[in-house]
């Protein structure tokens, strides 16, 4: 079955430090990937997808990840940390012909002044 | 920008109870979803559903489980006899179509079975 791994349940950064939050994905057939960030008290937000087109993928609020096929890896990172991006972020995947999406365990992010 | 919705925000009930989850889709969506989210663990799938009928389900949604869209904008979640290990975060969510369309979260449903 379809598995995603997050590693670090939670991150701590400077701000304006590098954010960076690894998702391993278990697939021989890469699925659709997806990661989502969770404001406190809030639903899931859509961050960014992958679906094939470009290994590098843009998001809001600054955020990108890139697609690595051989390291089974959808990293998400963002150059310049700011407060608000204190939150939980999920990495996800659409196994290919599901409907579902499987989540990690999510990374909650924290933000020091 | 429109949003899923959901209703109430939090829930609580007392075992053996029956309950009842309540979503609004975006409007022009045509598929839906619940997942569950255990507090501390993953965010868990547990249905969709596609021109009203379910299209997809896991093994947590067994009989005690159903969902419904009753009219042309509500999507809800039945839970027929709550048990403890039911307290949990329920999410809605819906997209336009399957892959490659996004899900759309709604905030939650906070159930707490006491």
């Known amino acids: 079955a379809q598995s995603v791994t997050q590693l670090g349940s939670h991150v701590s950064v400077s701000e304006g430090a590098l954010v960076l939050l690894r998702c391993n994905y278990s697939?021989?057939?890469?699925?659709?990937l997806f990661w989502y960030v969770q404001y406190p008290n809030q639903g899931l937000q859509l961050l960014l997808k992958?679906?094939?087109?470009?290994?590098l993928v843009k998001g809001i609020n600054g955020f990108e990840a890139e697609f690595k096929k051989s390291e089974t890896s959808f990293h998400l990172t963002k150059p310049s940390a700011h407060m608000s991006d204190a939150a939980e972020y999920f990495c996800?995947?659409?196994?290919?012909?599901?409907?579902?999406?499987?989540f990690g365990q999510g990374t909650r992010l924290t933000i020091n002044p | 920008e429109p949003e899923v919705t959901q209703t109430p925000s939090h829930q609580v009930t007392q075992m053996g109870q029956e309950v009842i989850l309540r979503c609004v889709p975006i409007?022009?969506?045509?598929?839906f979803y619940w997942y569950r989210q255990i507090l501390g663990q993953k965010v868990e799938f547990l249905v969709s559903?596609?021109?009203?009928?379910?299209?997809?389900k896991s093994e947590i949604f067994d009989d005690q489980f159903s969902v419904e869209r009753p009219d042309g904008s509500n999507f809800t979640l039945k839970i027929r006899s709550t048990k403890l290990e039911d307290s949990a975060m329920y999410f809605c969510?819906?997209?336009?179509?399957?892959?490659?369309?996004?899900?759309?979260f709604g905030p939650g449903t906070r159930l707490t079975v006491t």
């Open positions: 969510a819906s997209s336009e179509g399957t892959a490659p369309y996004e899900q759309y």
């Open positions: 992958y679906t094939s087109a470009a290994t």
């Open positions: 697939s021989s057939v890469p699925p659709y």
């Open positions: 996800a995947v659409r196994p290919q012909g599901a409907q579902k999406l499987v």
């Open positions: 559903f596609y021109n009203n009928e379910i299209s997809e």
């Open positions: 409007s022009n969506h045509l598929y």
